[in-house]
Structures are given as C-alpha cells and as structure tokens.
C-alpha cells in the first residue's frame, strides 16, 4: 500500500472537483461526504478542505465549473457568418449536444435536488439562464416574453432528460435533436 498523499499541494482543484463529482453522481449529494472523496484521492480529508472549505462550496464549485463551460459553448455557437436563424439553431442544438455528451455533468446542473446547495447551484443556473434568454431573444425574428423563451428552454431540457441514460452521446439522438430543434425554432419565429 502506498503512503498517503499529504500535502493540498499534491492535489489541484480539477482533481478534486473531477473526483467529486464522479461521486456526487453516483451516490448523491447526501451520501458523499469530504472524507469519502479524500479517501478516493487517497490524502487526508483535511488536503481537500485547504481547496474548498465545505462540501456545499465543493459542489457548487462543479456546478460553476460545468454552466462555465456549457456557457462558453453556447457562446461559440453564435460567433461566425451564418443568419440568427442558424445562429439559434446552433444554441439549441450545442445545448442538447452538451447535455447528451456530459451527462454526469447535466444531472449535477439541472436535476440533482438538496435544500442544502439549491441557492447556490440556483445562482449559477440563474446567471446561465439569463445569457441563455438574451442571446434566444436577440437572435429570434421577433420580441418574446419569457415565458415564451423559458419554454423552450424546457422543451430543450425536456429532450435531454428524456434520452439522458437511453444513449451514450448525442450522435445516437442527432435527428431527433435535429427535428425537435426545428420544431422549437418553428414556434418561436412563427
């Protein structure tokens, strides 16, 4: 057996972070706890508290982590030539494509429940919302009320969640995407 790691040097925060999450997805918020992921890494707990001071701030720390990069990939999918038309369509479609290829990291974003980090991941969701919301309605032909945006932002997630576990990636639910997305698009500029 190897000696334990026991310096927070040792460890960087991805490391951490990508551990964690491995085990918030398998076993829930509730259940994993700052010892569990330390044993996994195999430091001590205490390697792991000089990175983050609580399990609520390691989670959040994920779910920051994981709107960052869904964000940074709906905002590449705007950039270029194409008409606001494509440009929505990309959103929508990049989107699903995040979800169904990042499972693990959507169920931590927009499924897992626990009063204990819901204000916190609420905040993250919140702030990608809203980017979501002003780049659907600064593309889209006309005005539309939030409400009309948020629901295709559930019609969206409502096709993730509904494949999510039944595929691997989102090149086994490509047409379907494909067509849901046109169908949304449809609804929204019709």
């Known amino acids: 057996m190897s000696p334990r ?3 927070s040097q040792e460890l960087t925060r991805e490391i951490i972070l990508q551990k964690a999450r491995t085990q918030f997805v398998k076993q829930g918020f509730q259940q994993v706890s700052m010892r569990s992921i330390a044993k996994l890494l195999d430091c001590s707990h205490g390697a792991i508290y000089y990175h983050f001071k609580n399990k609520a701030e390691l989670f959040y720390a994920i779910v920051e982590d994981d709107f960052s990069k ?4 709906l905002e590449e999918s705007i950039q270029g030539p194409e008409d606001n038309t494509t440009k929505l369509y990309n959103v929508f479609i990049r989107f699903i494509e995040f979800g169904l290829n990042h499972q693990s990291q959507y169920e931590i974003m927009f499924m897992v429940r626990n009063t204990e980090v819901d204000s916190l991941s609420q905040t993250a969701a919140n ?4 980017k979501f919301a ?11 009320e939030l409400i ?4 295709a932002f559930i019609a969206l997630h409502g096709f993730v969640s509904h494949y999510r ?10 047409l379907a995407a494909k067509s849901h997305v046109i169908f949304i698009i449809k609804g929204l500029n019709g």
């Open 5 to 7: 790691k026991t310096t």
């Open 70 to 73: 869904l964000n940074n990939l």
């Open 127 to 130: 702030l990608s919302y809203q």
């Open 134 to 144: 002003q780049t659907v309605q600064s593309l889209s032909t006309k005005k539309h």
């Open 148 to 151: 009309d945006i948020w629901s």
């Open 165 to 174: 576990g039944y595929v691997k990636n989102f090149d086994e639910a490509k």
